[in-house]
């Protein structure tokens, strides 16, 4: 008890008077020093549930609870102004609030469970298990997680769950009860696949726990190539502000475990964003092992299917072209011939008409041998 007054008179240090106009410096000095203050605390409370828990009572391990929530709350608050104040290092003070929440997540679970073990209920407790009441703190309830919610809300969603659990200390629950507590929060569809793979038993943290199933479900149903292929492919919306479009991208990134990627996978990622024939990515898309040798085997033959079909065409095409051509000569003979105008003879023009008499050919002065004058 006396080392946690000593740590609890050591929060004094506070966030500097000018916070008001904060800058990178003093708000750096300030999560150094929570950050050693937390870490203190975490050193001490882990001391005291392995070698002195025999002296401890539950109100000095609520309290221990307590100051490590307490400072990481401080750090978490520092986080987030120092990450306005210096945006490029912004993922380094993520990374450093993470490990922050997963020890000190680690010591109150311990410090939870190690609080049982200093209470054993009480025969009549057993028997009367509902004479005893617990208020939740509903303040970081999170919302209902859909089954259609993306994987990276999936992840915001079991960060807050994290939250909600902690703050209520239910490690101190019944199984039941975590699971009661844990259910309600999914949507109808996500809580019917999720209990599926559940048992009476199954707790909610853990190796195929209750998260580590609702995990499972959500990258089934994104596959880690639809997880990189959302990476390669996102791009600023109009009205995204960069910065929030950078955050999202930094989030993306976890989901889709760039750091292990090859050289050739890269390599196809960039292939298969670049194309700009929908009906080749689907192809694509389809192959069962999306290597840089199968997806060029894969071109090459929707290419090569591309020219015959257009060879076929061709052809198709040309004999259009000569039934055009021969049409209108098929009318041309079939067409009906045109009338015939009576020509009327001039009466201008006088014409001449030798006889076939010989006496008119006497009269005419012709000779009646050749008809000629």
């Given at each position: 008890m006396a080392s946690r007054h000593m740590e609890s008179s050591e929060s004094t240090c506070m966030i500097p008077?000018?916070?008001?106009?904060?800058?990178?410096?003093?708000t750096s000095a300030s999560l150094r020093s929570y950050r050693s203050h937390l870490s203190r605390v975490i050193n001490s409370s882990n001391k005291a549930i392995t070698d002195y828990i025999d002296s401890q009572d539950p109100t000095s391990l609520v309290e221990r609870k307590e100051d490590i929530r307490k400072y990481f709350r401080k750090i978490e608050s520092l986080t987030l102004i120092i990450q306005d104040l210096d945006p490029l290092n912004a993922s380094k003070y993520d990374?450093?609030?993470?490990?922050?929440?997963?020890?000190?997540?680690?010591?109150?679970?311990a410090l939870s469970k190690a609080a049982k073990t200093v209470t054993m209920p009480t025969a009549d407790s057993r028997r009367h298990p509902g004479t005893f009441s617990r208020r939740i703190n509903e303040s970081l309830k999170p919302a209902i997680l859909s089954?259609?919610?993306s994987p990276t809300e999936m992840r915001h969603w079991i960060d807050a769950f994290k939250s909600y659990y902690s703050s209520n200390d239910m490690d101190s629950f019944s199984v039941q009860e975590r699971q009661s507590y844990f259910k309600i929060l999914l949507d109808v569809d996500l809580r019917t696949r999720i209990m599926a793979k559940m048992s009476d038993d199954t707790d909610v943290f853990?190796?195929?726990?209750?998260?580590?199933?609702?995990?499972k479900d959500f990258l089934a149903r994104y596959p880690l190539f639809s997880r990189r292929l959302d990476f390669f492919q996102s791009q600023q919306r109009p009205g995204q502000a960069f910065t929030d479009f950078l955050a999202k991208l930094k989030e993306m990134s976890k989901l889709a475990d760039l750091e292990k990627l090859s050289v050739e996978e890269i390599f196809v990622f960039c292939a298969l964003r670049g194309t700009t024939d929908s009906d080749l990515l689907d192809d694509l898309l389809e192959l069962q092992d999306k290597t840089l040798k199968d997806i060029e085997n894969a071109a090459s033959l929707y290419e090569s299917k591309l020219v015959s079909r257009s060879k076929l065409n061709a052809a198709n095409n040309g004999n259009d072209k000569v039934m055009r051509i021969s049409a209108p000569n098929q009318r041309r003979y079939n067409a009906k011939p045109k009338p015939k105008h009576d020509v009327k003879p001039d009466s201008s023009k006088s014409t001449f008409k030798r006889p076939t008499t010989v006496r008119g050919m006497k009269e005419q002065g012709l000779c009646t041998r050749c008809g000629r004058n």
């Open positions: 008077q000018n916070m008001s106009s904060p800058t990178v410096e003093n990374a450093d609030l993470t490990k922050d929440g997963e020890r000190s997540d680690e010591v109150i679970h089954k259609d919610a853990g190796n195929d726990g209750c998260i580590d199933l609702l995990e």
